[in-house]
């Protein structure tokens, strides 16, 4: 008897994968980096201002820097996969809870002289905030039937506003070293705390997609709405339970955000951040109408924009100038999703596939 074996080699099965993208983007980056400046890759282990050994370099700053976003596209990529939209607001809801968990830990107050509850219990609060502001987003879209975009426009447009009221317009300043640590380093450990939670959230979020049908069911229902409905799917609750889970993310990036300077800046932090997330997803290779999706993709991605923004840093290119250069890249994305150009790298991909072989 006679068998077909079709076996893919391992650079078509590359240019097959979803991680081609960011991959080949991080690889540009860092050849180019190579060229130009070998130093960039110096990391140096020396002290801070405390005596406690820390690590420094610009890919540490990478890993540090791009942590609250690789967080955020862990949600994002699930809205955008349900929903096939993106949540325009969670610059804003990450003020929200921030000011939330100020709130709670400062006690309403401007400058107290001691923690008025612990910091867990403000988390816990800023996490509850970010929840109520995902739902509500998502009840908009999967309820009321409103695109995505839209929907999200309105805490993107208030969020901030919403966010001072919170403090009564104040800007609360948090005493003690000890919460700066989540967006520092924690004395002995020389990796900075943002990127030990990003990597925390990262393996969570692997063993809620490993023990649960998180991934199947959110496919599902962007893929083909009507085909999960008559499969026994609720894609209302799907829906709503991808942007739920973006405001877990959000109010971690918010307490990374806010423990940085141990204060808020309502107007100012985490600005623009929704469209880092939205790039991240998009330069994953996920597909921003919804469907299948790849959360290590976004992840990764994530981190290579955090590396192309401390690349222009590093060769002095001003920050009013980013936008620009972040724009290019969202128009090389587009032209390479564009269906004429997928067909031209998929018969790229053919051409390395391995001769069909006879099994007798």
């Known amino acids: 008897m006679e068998k077909t074996a079709k076996k893919m080699n391992p650079v078509s099965a590359f240019f097959h994968s979803q991680m081609v993208i960011p991959v080949v983007a991080l690889l540009l980056l860092l050849v180019f980096n190579l060229i130009m400046d070998p130093t960039f890759f110096k990391i140096t282990l020396g002290t801070n201002s405390a005596g406690d050994p820390v690590l420094s370099g610009n890919l540490i700053s990478v890993l540090n820097n791009g942590s609250e976003l690789a967080i955020l596209a862990i949600g994002m990529t699930l809205v955008t ?3 096939g939209g993106q949540d325009i607001s969670v610059g804003a809801t990450i003020a929200i809870s921030g000011s939330v968990l100020l709130r709670v830990i400062c006690g309403g ?5 001691e923690l008025a509850a612990p910091v867990f219990v403000g988390f816990l609060a800023a996490c509850a905030a970010a929840m109520l502001c995902g739902a509500f987003n998502g009840i908009l879209v999967a309820g009321f039937k409103i695109q995505p975009m839209i929907a999200t426009l309105i805490l993107y447009t208030a969020g901030r506003s919403i966010a001072a009221w919170v403090n ?8 003690g070293e000890k919460f700066t640590y989540f967006g520092g380093f924690i004395p002995g450990i ?6 030990l939670i990003a990597v925390l959230c990262f393996i969570v979020i692997a063993l809620v997609l490993k ?17 999960a409905r008559l499969n026994g799917l609720k894609p209302a609750a799907i ?22 300077i141990s204060s808020i800046n309502y107007s100012v932090i985490a600005q623009n951040i929704e469209m880092d997330a939205i790039l991240a997803v998009a330069l994953g290779g996920n597909s921003l109408g919804g469907g299948k999706f790849n959360i290590w993709a976004s992840v990764l991605a994530a981190y290579v924009i955090q590396l192309l923004t401390t690349t222009l840093y590093k060769f002095k290119v001003s920050s009013d100038a980013l936008p620009a250069y972040k724009a290019v890249v969202v128009i090389i994305l587009v032209v390479m999703s564009a269906p ?13 596939k391995t001769p069909t072989k006879e099994v007798g």
């Open 81 to 83: 996969a349900a929903t």
């Open 109 to 113: 107050e401007a400058k107290p002289a």
């Open 168 to 175: 009564n317009n104040t800007l609360p300043i948090v005493p």
């Open 190 to 195: 020389a990796m900075p705390t943002p990127f």
């Open 211 to 227: 023990f649960t049908n998180l991934g199947i069911y959110t496919q599902a229902v962007g893929i083909n709405e009507s085909a």
């Open 239 to 260: 829906k709503i339970l991808s942007f739920v889970i973006l405001g877990v993310c959000v109010s971690v990036a918010a307490l990374i955000k806010v423990s940085r």
């Open 340 to 352: 004429v150009v997928r067909e031209k790298m998929s018969e790229l991909g053919k051409r390395f």
